[in-house]
């Protein structure tokens, strides 16, 4: 398994905190955020890593590589952004035949990702992909999944005002080589994965929920909460 780390955003709802620094690189009690990710993966064994880069870009290449996780990462900047979708299908042969885990690396997750593995290599048969969810306070913020007994994705509401429910989608997937091959195939004008991807899959996106902390960090408030807990 492989893993995409999305880590080239400009964390504008985080200024005055990323007018010097990106995103990934906030500290969460003192550790940089793309380093947890790092961590967690390495964990997972998950060694083969793809981060993309854009905004202040030379500062994560500057950490990747005085990090014990440099001969495991490749960097690409994107000169301009390409969305989420967008990022993954430029670099899908970076996937080859692998499953591959697809992360939104500006999130803080405790949770261990073998949990996620075994749901993954568990899901049923017709499922093309896992996703992680939490349970939030804030749904109207968030992608709201309603799911059937078994754990599928059936509905998706992507930031409306009265969502039903507070499941909410992590961005945090893995996408099975199957479906790697479809996106090939079928996908190639889509940049959003949010928007554009997870409402073609329902009925095939089994869901795995997080009982540990799982936050956001998109604003200062959801920061301030992060390095507080």
């Known amino acids: ?48 890593i793809l981060i993309n880069t854009h905004y202040l870009a030379e500062q994560v290449v500057e950490f990747v590589e005085n990090s014990k996780y440099r001969d495991n990462c490749i960097l690409k900047f994107e000169n301009q952004l390409l969305g989420t979708f967008g990022t993954l ?55 709201i999944v309603e799911i059937n007994k078994h754990n599928v994705v059936i509905d998706f509401h992507e930031k409306i005002s009265s969502p039903p429910g507070n499941l909410a989608n992590g961005a945090i997937y893995i996408l099975s080589s199957k479906l790697i091959k479809i996106f090939k195939k079928d996908y190639k004008l889509a940049t959003d994965f949010s928007t554009e991807v997870i409402p073609t899959l329902l009925g095939g996106i089994y869901v795995y929920e997080t009982k540990n902390i799982f936050i956001d960090i998109g604003t200062l408030e959801k920061y301030d909460i992060a390095n507080s807990i």
Do not use: Q
Not at 7 to 17: I, V
Not at 34 to 41: Q, V
Not at 118 to 136: D, G, Q
């Open 89 to 143: 299908l430029n670099n899908i042969e970076f996937i080859e035949d692998n499953d591959c885990l697809f992360i939104h690396a500006d999130n803080y997750c405790i949770e261990d990702l073998n949990n996620l593995i075994f749901a993954h290599e568990h899901r049923p048969k017709y499922c093309l992909m896992t996703m992680m969810t939490f349970r939030t306070d804030t749904p109207s913020s968030c992608g």
């Open 1 to 48: 398994m492989k893993a995409i780390l999305l880590a080239a955003g400009f964390g504008t709802r985080l200024r005055p905190l990323t007018n010097k620094i990106p995103k990934c690189l906030v500290p969460i009690k003192g550790k940089p955020l793309l380093e947890i990710w790092l961590e967690k993966l390495f964990y997972a064994g998950i060694n083969s």
